[in-house]
């Protein structure tokens, strides 16, 4: 999935699946061929920060158990990577090109808050219900993207569904605060069609290409 919005000036969104590997190399064919002035990525700051040291300083990256299913129910569509080869690859390129990358999603702290005012004790038991399920429940999803999108659609649902609403809302603004004139998104594209639908309300006067057609373009452009 990917997006371009072109105006005073241009954002290219990406959207990936973040648990396979094949979405770092996408990210990183897509960074080679243009000359970006800044990347935002769909994490925190902080966790910019945390996967920027894990470069560094590899480490065994502990997961709860709804990521240990979805990574191993994804492994039928490739090799996968934790942490996310996408975002892996966007700061290490980007650091090496001199690139700012920054981080959209929100704060951890209030994060927090907006949990506590979103996730009701019922969104909290009919989730720990449906986590037993994952391993058994059929899947109807014969690629990587509908199987992300479909088991986003069965956890987030009540008070969940409402964050993830936030986050979108959220990382649209953040988007055209932080943008440059070249911009590059990488998301997760759970959240991709809601961010794209914000920055249509947000961005006035830009023209929204969205199609595949975009990323034909941006791969085949000449290196600068």
């Not at 979405?23 to 994490?43: F, K, P």
């Not at 990358?101 to 219900?129: A, N």
């Not at 959240?191 to 057609?213: A, F, I, P, T, W």
């Amino acid at each position: 999935m990917n997006a371009e919005f072109i105006g005073a000036d241009r954002i290219f969104i990406l959207g990936v699946v973040k648990a396979l590997t094949s979405s770092g190399e996408m990210v990183e064919e897509a960074i080679n061929r243009q000359d970006y002035d800044t990347i935002l990525l769909s994490i925190t700051d902080e966790e910019v920060d945390g996967l920027r040291e894990f470069l560094k300083h590899p480490i065994e990256i502990e997961m709860d158990d709804v990521e240990i299913i979805y990574e191993y129910l994804m492994r039928k569509f490739g090799r996968t990577s934790i942490p996310p080869a996408a975002y892996i690859k966007a700061i290490s390129l980007a650091d090496r090109k001199k690139i700012r990358v920054s981080g959209i999603d929100i704060p951890s702290g209030t994060y927090e808050d907006l949990f506590v005012d979103s996730v009701k004790l019922s969104d909290m038991i009919l989730l720990s219900l449906k986590k037993r399920r994952l391993m058994s429940r059929s899947w109807a999803a014969n690629d990587p993207e509908s199987f992300s999108l479909a088991w986003d659609k069965y956890l987030s649902k009540g008070g969940y569904l409402k964050m993830e609403r936030e986050r979108a809302k959220y990382m649209a603004s953040e988007i055209v605060k932080r943008k440059k004139s070249n911009t590059l998104v990488v998301m997760e594209i759970e959240r991709y069609n809601d961010v794209v639908n914000g920055l249509s309300s947000l961005l006035q006067g830009y023209k929204l290409r969205e199609n595949s057609e975009v990323m034909k373009e941006v791969l085949s452009s000449k290196p600068f």
